[in-house]
């Protein structure tokens, strides 16, 4: 409760109601008291005046009795007077300061006292009276107010030519009247009317604290709270919020600006959004060419430092052979022919020949990673590798069919490399058919990716190869041929090599109905 | 009579032995020497018919050898072994005037044949 009335103190709605209030009570206050003021005032006057002719007509009405000098008259008609509501006393003094007549019959022809308060009033502390009439405001024995009027009576030409002879004619004073009027009227009257503004100024003050709060509320507060709680909202994340103040005011104009504000901020992220989507995209694809760049680099890499220890090795290992391949044939000549050493010695030269054609598989990979590139023609080295294995007794019983694109893509290529991949696709094929079948080498362009790209497709009708072997083939070392035939080399070395020029070799085998191997390469382009 | 003089340059040990266990009997005279340097001194000292020189040697190699030979004695034969052949070298080698070129291992039929022909080269020219 505490707190509430503390926040709605500090809001700004609190702060501007309790200026506002703080104003408006002040003011009314100043302004209650001034009419207040102003309206007793007024009432006073009024009733100085009414005393005034209050006094006239008591000093008409007893005018015939002093004239005519009958006491009794005078007397009757000054009680008369005096038994009026509101009266408290009349009384008339005569010069010496006695009480001629009175309202109260008992008081007539007792002499005041000088310094009696009746006296005090025109006479002040010293003797000498004042001689105009005295108006004073006094409180009687009940606490009330009292309005009290000495009016003198001067001596005028039907006083001192009566016949009763009373009066001589060069006093100029004859006596007083003294009139004391209640005013609890008069005091009841301002007390109700002061209770009537108050009650005015109170129910205005109301009225107009209820209007402001309502005013305030719907103008201000209203429109702040949804502002901040847009604002929440929108930092929360939820950009679709939008205000919905539509007035024409600051308010609104903020509303607008604020929607503005929103839906520029959902725009740019969006945008964010997607440029980090394609980043990211971006980063992928870039992340994979870099893998496979470095694949390919370890990949070429490997093949070199393989190549160059062959290198070594086939240096190395060729002398001891050349020793082992001469005294063996030096031995064989020693053994007539079907002799058990002759056989023994001819077992030690075919596998020294063995040695050789692994150490000649080996410098395969010597030669992929020293290649020569130029614009090549393809289908030329197809015919020269075709031609070195047409006239081999291997090929005597298999059908070889080409079908050219003459208007093949050139590639950037080492010849010799391409022919020794050829060359081992085509004495694969033989192997696989197994002396007698076909193979087919057919040349064509195709695209790939969007690339143009050459491709040479090296078909059989032979064995073909069982999905578990499909995968290592191109592992070096992998064969499936009798020892001494092959050394699982050949395809390591084209792969190998076709990798370099940046193409691919892709199998499609099919047990027992025949292989084919794809070379791919894409196709030169002039350098502008 | 021998039906010609041949000098043998390899490092490897066995491969000279190789030569001469397979040129001495067919009639052959053979010498064989261990580097370059003893090859051209012994090719200053005497007529020689045929070199049988290994490519690759420290210090004087075949190819180097092949110059020398070539520069002073063009009669003179040369027929170059190679541990692994490839096409530089082989061009470079025939371009300079070998008369052949032998891999290792070769058979000792393969090396009579080839020694054959280069002195029936010789004969002819
Ligand atoms: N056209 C084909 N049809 C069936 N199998 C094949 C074919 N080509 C290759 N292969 C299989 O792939 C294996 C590996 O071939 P690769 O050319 O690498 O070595 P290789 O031919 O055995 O020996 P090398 O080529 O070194 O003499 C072969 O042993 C064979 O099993
Ligand atoms: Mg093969």
Known sequence: ?528 | MSKGRILVVDDEDIVRTSCSRTLVPEGYEVTLVKNGFDGLALLEQGPIDLVLTDLKMPEIDGIEILRRVKEKWPQVEVIIITGYQTVDTAVKAIKLGAFDYLEKPFTPDGLIASVAKAFAHKKTA
């Not at chain 1, 007793?40 to 002719?53: G, I, R």
């Not at chain 1, 009576?153 to 004859?174: P, V, W």
């Not at chain 1, 064509?444 to 995968?471: C, H, L």
């Open chain 1, 1 to 528: 409760m505490d707190m509430l009335v503390k926040k709605s103190l500090h809001s700004l709605t609190g702060k501007l109601l309790l200026t506002i209030g703080t104003l408006m009570i002040v003011g009314s206050t100043i302004f209650w008291y001034f009419l207040f003021r102003h309206q007793e005032k007024e009432l006073l006057e009024n009733s100085v005046k009414y005393a005034y002719s209050f006094v006239d007509y008591i000093k008409k009405s007893t005018h015939y009795g002093m004239i005519t000098a009958q006491s009794v008259l005078i007397q009757q008609t000054i009680e008369a007077i005096g038994s009026s509501e509101g009266v408290l006393s009349v009384r008339i003094f005569d010069c010496t300061g006695k009480i001629a007549y009175s309202s109260k019959s008992d008081e007539a022809g007792v002499r005041m006292k000088k310094d009696s308060p009746s006296c005090v009033r025109c006479h002040g502390t010293g003797l000498s009276p004042s001689d105009k009439p005295v108006v004073s405001f006094i409180r009687n024995s009940e606490n009330k107010r009292v309005l009290n009027i000495m009016h003198p009576i001067y001596n005028e030409r039907a006083c001192y030519t009566a016949s009763c002879h009373f009066h001589s004619r060069d006093q100029k004073m004859l006596g007083l009247v003294e009139a004391n009027v209640s005013l609890a009227h008069l005091d009841k009257s301002i007390q109700q009317q002061g209770i009537a503004i108050t009650m005015y100024i109170l129910i205005f003050l109301f009225v107009i604290s209820i209007a402001l709060c309502t005013i305030l509320w719907n103008l201000v507060s209203t429109p702040v709270s949804l502002l901040k709680q847009g604002m929440e909202r929108v930092a929360g994340g939820d950009l679709d919020y939008t205000l919905d103040i539509r007035t024409k005011d600051e308010m609104g104009d903020l509303a607008r600006a604020f929607n503005a504000m929103t839906s520029d901020l959902k725009k740019t992220k969006v945008e964010l959004v997607e440029w980090g989507n394609t980043l990211e995209k971006k980063v992928q694809e870039k992340t994979q060419a870099i893998h496979m760049a470095q694949a390919q680099l370890i990949h070429s890499e490997k093949l070199a430092s393989l190549g160059r220890m062959a290198a070594g090795v086939a240096h190395e290992i060729n002398s001891p052979l050349t020793g082992i391949v001469t005294f063996g044939h030096l031995l064989l000549k020693r053994f007539p022919p079907g002799t058990q050493e002759r056989e023994d010695v001819e077992v030690i030269i075919e596998q020294a020949n063995r040695c050789s054609n692994i150490i000649k598989g080996l410098l395969g990979f010597a030669r992929a990673s020293a290649a020569e590139k130029a614009p090549t023609n393809v289908n030329d080295v197809l015919d020269r590798s075709l031609n070195i294995v047409r006239n081999k007794a291997d090929f005597f019983n298999i059908k070889l069919i080409t079908e050219f694109d003459e208007s093949l893509h050139r590639v950037k290529a080492d010849a010799s490399q391409l022919q020794q991949v050829f060359t081992n696709m085509i004495i694969n094929a033989a192997d696989a058919v197994e002396g007698k079948g076909t193979i087919t080498v057919i040349s064509k362009n195709i695209t790939d990716e969007g690339q143009p790209v050459a491709e040479i497709e090296f078909r059989d009708t032979g064995t073909g190869i069982s999905p578990e072997n499909i995968e290592k083939i191109f592992e070096p070392f992998f064969t499936t041929k009798p020892v001494g035939k092959g050394t699982g080399l050949g395809l390591a070395v084209s792969h190998g090599i076709i990798q370099d020029h940046g193409g691919k070799l892709l199998v499609n085998s099919k047990m027992g109905e025949g292989t084919s191997f794809f070379v791919q390469l894409p196709a030169y382009r002039e350098e502008v």
